[in-house]
Structures are given as structure tokens and as C-alpha cells.
């Protein structure tokens, strides 16, 4: 005759059709009404729409948090607070209009609520969720070098990547390329054209803190090729050619692709 559900973080307020199902996919040919509301400030729906950015960090905190869309009557207040989880309040300070930027405390890894707080009212916005990740730890990637122009996947070995749309490859200090993630040890990236360096590679999994790696990728000059010799070869295979060109170096292991054969 009972049972209890908790309700899920959504973007907007609104009313919504709740629905009882017994197995995730069928549901009950009758519903109830529920509204989803913003408790900020007692803010209406037309007003205030929270986001934050980013919506995760690392467990060791130092993470920069922009929480915007809140109240005019909020923001008004004085000496607001966040709160992470269960964690003592850290500053929020105000850096324009709707939005307030407070630092992620240290906290044990898992999804946690982010309280907006006053000390006139402590009004709170449950549904702002934060959510503390395990250190990423880099490894190796492979390969280690790749043309100017670009287009090289890179595969990147390491312990505890997520799979998140912040997910991304830095290239020196600046390029920032989206990764692919495939497992928690392993994601990819495609290299941005460059011209012939050295680059730093570093990854982040919320656009601010950054991992990088102990060694650098190499970008190499484009391989210009003349000439062959000899032209033909037997199809059994094991026919020396020799090939003449430039752009060439000892450092890098070099192949040749026959067709679809390397």
C-alpha cells in the first residue's frame, strides 16, 4: 500500500506526470501530479534557472565553482555560503549578475548537494547536485609522435577516467581537444594540426584541473616522397624497395603502407 521514491535532479521546474512501474519500462495507465520547484531565494520558475559549471571535481577540492541562475532577492544578500555534502561552508563570492563562485572543499568521492546559504535565510537548492572524482592517474600514450597536419589518434593509458562531455586533451598551454572515452583506463584523442614542436599533453575532466603527462608528443614535419625503386614486387611478398624523400628521421620508427597493409 506504500512505496517511497526519490526524485531526480532536473534542469527546470514544472509540473511532471508521476507514473509507478514495476520493471523500468512498462508503467501504470494512471498518474499523479508533481511539480518540481527552485527554493533559492523563492525564486519562480521564469526567474532562476541554477546551473553550475563545472559540476565535478577532483576529491582534493581547489576546484572553482560558478553557480548561476540564481535570484535577483538572493543575490542581494550578504555573506553567502556554499555547502559541499557534509562539509563546513566555504565563501561565496558574487561575480556578476545571478552568478557566485565558490572553491570545492576536500571530500570523499561520490555525488554530493550544493547548499547556496545566507545567514539571513537559509534557504537551499537541494536539487544542485556536485559531484567529487578519484584522482586521475597518467600512464603512457601511444604513439608518441605524429605530422603537422594533424589527425593522429592518440591513445592515452590511466587509472580513473570518466566518462563525462568535459572530457578533454590539452595540447601545450592552450589547444583544447575532446576526448573518447573507453574505459576507465583508457581514452583517445585526435591531434589539432600543428607546425614541427614539442608539445606538453595534459587531460581534464572538468575544464580547470588539468593531469599532464611526463613526456611530450612530437610533432613532425610532413614526409615528402619522390621516388621508389624497384616499382614492382611479387605479390608472395619479401621485395626490398627502397624510398627516396624528405621529412624523414631517425628518432621514429618508420613503416610503409602497402594498400591497406602496414
Known sequence: TLIKCMTPRVQKGGRVKLYISHNGIDR????LNFTFKHDIGNATDNEVQIDLLPRRGPMNGGTNVVISGLSTSFMHMQNLSCKFGSTSEVPATKISDGKVECT?????VGIVPLQILSPISRNHFQQVLYTFDKPVFLQ?????????????TIYLRGENFIADDMLQCRFGDTTMIKATYLSSKLIT???P??????????VTQNGQYFVQFSKRFHYLPEFNVFSISPFT???NGGTKISIFGTGFTKRYEAACSFGSKI
Open 104 to 108: 570545492s572543499p576536500p571530500h570523499e
Open 189 to 191: 584523442c585526435v591531434t
Open 140 to 152: 603512457d600514450f601511444t604513439p608518441s609522435a605524429g605530422t603537422v597536419r594533424g589527425d593522429t
Open 28 to 31: 501504470s495507465k494512471y498518474f
Open 233 to 235: 614486387g611479387s605479390v
Open 193 to 202: 594540426a600543428s607546425f614541427p614542436s614539442t608539445k606538453l599533453l595534459s
